[in-house]
């Protein structure tokens, strides 16, 4: 089957081939091996007589076969299913045993055509086999090969020795099976006769060893799964029973066992579809032992063909891995020896999975209703996962110690590490140095079985033993049978490490790569790192070693950062890093990076999985020679790691498959999402890092997939978790060390509760919703409707609240749809629109006769700009703060004037001017805005520009309608805005509110006092929103970044703000506290200082809380 | 309660710079309660007269007005026997652009031109309205026997 055994074969060896001869059985010499292994042929000549009594039954069989055309009607055949070509007449004759009915079966199912094309069908030669077997296993050759005991066992190639001293077939068990008549008659069959089990399908290309198998084939568009019986006449009497057909079938279609049978009972006439009892004995043979063909790491050659191969690779192997484990079953057979690890596996998860599988397929192909589509199924598989199933999941990988030891980086690399990060350098040099588990020599690999073979058969006759063979060991994850002692892998040293972003991967890694490097003098290297190879595939010897050089593999827009951050991490001249991309190509690498050029060869070479990929289907179009290539996959780096690792996720995907190909001792991924959202993207991870037994995806199926989609998340999560423990170091942003620092320390952050006082119009419009708010509650108390009627009192409460940010609000019928709130619109479509009062508070608190203030003169504007500076005439204040103009010019603090009227007001006097005593209007105050503080690039334009000459550098000033600058909260926020201005005008602002229009009243404030903005809501495309992050992030501009609580709750990263603005209390404040955290997160420098805006005596109080109340829940 | 800044700033204004014949002084133990002494202008029946009079700055001063009162007895047409006194800026004219110091001032003026038409006093008022020499005499004899 392989090229590689003739020159692989160890030349002492041939000693045991030499006395071959005598051990395996004679094959009968019509029968033709065209796979058998090349060491089948040589034994036959010399092989002793004795060993192959060819029983005279056969004979008459052999001549019955050979007068081809006998009794074989060929017009019966033409007449049913027309003119066939004589060609054709003549392989179905063949084929059917002349047997006319037989051959129109055949012709119609159309099996014969594969058959034409496979070699011509041996007749069909029946034996006795057993005899056979038990004579020839009893003279048989005592092998003086042993695995385990004879030196150099170990070794990959001393295999073959040990396969050669193993007969053709093995004696393993028998069972009873149940098959059903497809003939009638008499004495077709009896008790003790034996039978030949025969398939119908052949695979192409290749006959049945079996001796007697008669080829038969069919066209396998279906699942072909028939096993029929024979008599000694070589007359069909029956097919097994579909049960154990399937298995049965797999297991001699893939040559892994030989089936003999005997009748255990029969009727003495038989009748169409009745039961036979038959009495199998099984085989193994000994081509089941070779290796598998898709086991070798040759794949490169079937690139192209990635998809389709190795799902039907898969599929194959998932047959032969059920039918094996179901054979163990029948023959009762248990293994000698079990990893412990595995052990807990129960094989019945086995076949649960491959059940489940089954159906999946079935119900998939009968969807499709198409052939060819049964591919699919194994692409798919891994539902994704919920996200508290991962938390859950992350949740135990993270169960990080913080007294974990640390370690110092070696000297020649220069950046601080963090104690978390020095803790990560101790975990990964402890990996990559755990040299512990090879030391074990007779631990076994943790997914194969040992088996015993049986000393006796069912009859409790000896069966020969064959020396120094009394085991076997079977995998059953991957169907693979061996008679070697199949030794524990090489743990994988490495691992991932899937720290959050933002935590230093990329450092810790550079610290890695310093600290822990092959040391030059290359004299004891030689003892530490060779034990440390894992596997290599079968043409490493062409692939050079490259011991000191680090193979970086990473997204392309990430080569420069990483190149930059390798070179700042190191004292000059400690790493030599090269950027293998783009021109960089054209080195040898192999020349550059192997031992001899120790002193030359980079440290670190950074790449891309473009480049990977690339390079991966150049090799494979040079038939997977890698090591005339020259490139990456020409060498054997002492480390790889895998930046942003869930690239390779899929492990179907070609960039996976290339990333596998690479060899390395030392393996790492990095990621922050090890799993992003099925099961499946850690298994890719997995076999990339080679851990055993995971690394193998019927097993990674069978413990993980399978149970999790069946429901079993538990069982799944927990084994997933006992893969990870060991592998995966994950810490997160928000882990607090014992003393409970955060693990980054973030800048403090203050929350300040700002007190809002309502105007008085406001408080009006805000009273008379809640009294009648009161009056709405205490009717449904009275009447007992409270419960059913909670919309209404929601709608109320949202009114409320509504009415603390800006009266307008609640008048708003966009807003009532925005908050969907049916209950409001039904509300405001019936009673509530009639309501006059209200609408007449809320329109005395909105309205605007606007009148034009153009007419005022320069000059009036100049004595207002010269007042400024004096005192307050109310409250003596110097300067005045925040100096308003009565409409008659008179000059005070803006609150100090609107008490006063309010003071007026409220003994009934109409307002007049503190000065001048003219009546005046509380809408009459106007806001000076001064302009000393403007951004110069904006062009201001005012209305109320003042004219005073530049000269006298006066500001700039321009009075505005107090009422213009709509509530109570949104003049508090203006406040604050332009004290942040004047204390530091770089200073970047985030405004959250939950009503979206109450956004759209602050936005025309803003605008007015020319403060630069920016809108984030959930109204903004996709890629809108990107533009506009990146604006607020980049530009210089003081932005103040307006976000809808709902839309900039979650996820975002506003570092780039210091100061953080909650209009509006939300019932709970972890809410409000992911809101504020996205500015005071991981990367953002200052101090964080937060405003919530609270007005008095009113629900948001209440609300407040609430809120410490649900704290202490 | 502390002590409005504008309180702070006229009692400081009032002691630094004094209004001639005007003087007031805050209580050590409440700082809106002033003793204040107005001499009597010139040329005017209350002239030579000291007169003592108590002024309070309410809570919400200067929101509303200072109460104050005439302690020593006088004889006016708008100050009652109690010593109340009748002068629009201490009621509907108020402003809080007004002070202690224009107050006072306001008080002092109100001595030299008594109001018959607006009286408080009324017995006085019509004494003045009948006899203005007499009036101005009992006021002047008042004065010296009270006002000293």
Redesign the interface.
Known sequence: MSSGYPEERPHKKRRFFAEEPSSPPAPVPQIQHPDSPPSFASPEPSHGDASSPITLPMDGQLSQSMAVGDGFDVSLLQAVVGDVPPSVIETLKAQSNNDVQRAINIYLDGSYQIAASAPPPTAPVRKPSMQTTLLSGLARHDSEVSNASTPGSDSPTSLEPALRSMPTKRYIGSFGVVGWATKSGTNLIRHEEKVNIERTKIQPASSKPGRGGRVRVLNHKKQDIVVRFTNLRGEEVGRLENDSAAWISALMDQKVCLFEGSCVYAPEKLRMSETVYLQLRCYLLRSAFDKRKFTKPDNNREVNLFEEKESADEKALRLRQVSLVKLFDSVNLQPSRVNSTTEKHKRQGLLQAAEKEEKAKAKKTADAGEVGSTQASDEEDGEELEQDQLDSLYKKAQSFDFNTPEMEPANTFVMNLRKYQRQALHWMVGKEKDEAVSKDEESMHPLWEEYQWPTEDADNMPVPAVAFQTMFYVNPYSGELSLEFPRQEQNCLGGVLADEMGLGKTIEMLSLIHTHRTELPTDDFAGNAVNALPRLPKNSSIVERAPYTTLVVAPMSLLAQWQSEAEKASKDGTLKVMVYYGPEKLVNLQKLCCQANAANAPNVIITSYGVILSEFNQVAAMDGNRGSHGGLFSLDYFRIILDEAHFIKNRQSKTAKACYELSATHRWVLTGTPIVNRLEDLFSLVRFLKVEPWSNFSFWKTFITVPFEAGDFIRALDVVQTVLEPLVLRRTKDMKTPDGKALVPLPPKTIEVAKVELSQDERNVYDHIFMRAKRVFSANADAGTLLKSYTTIFAQILRLRQSCCNPILTRNKTIISDEEDAALAADLANGLADDMDLQSLIERFSSENDHDVNKFGAHVLKQIQDEADS?C?????EPMVEQAVTGCWHSACKE?LL??IG?QREKG?IP????C?EPINARDIFEVVRHDHALQEDNIRSDFLDDAPAATQTPRISLRRIGLTGSAKTQALLTQLKAIRRENPKIKSVVFSQFTSFLDLIEPALTRDHIPFLRFDGSIAQKQRAAILTEFAASHKPYVLLLSLRAGGVGLNLTCAQRVFMMDPWWSFAVEAQAIDRVHRMGQEADVKVVRFIVEGSIEEKMLRIQERKKFM | MSLPKRIIKETERLMADPVPGISAVPHEDNLRYFDVTIEGPSQSPYEKGIFQLELFLPDDYPMTPPKIRFLTKIYHPNIDRLGRICLDVLKSNWSPALQIRTILLSIQALLGAPNPDDPLANDVAQDWKKDEKGAIETARQWTQQYAK
């Open positions: 005192e005439p109310i409250c003596s204040e100090c008490n006063y003071h006097n007049r001017c503190f000065n005593r």
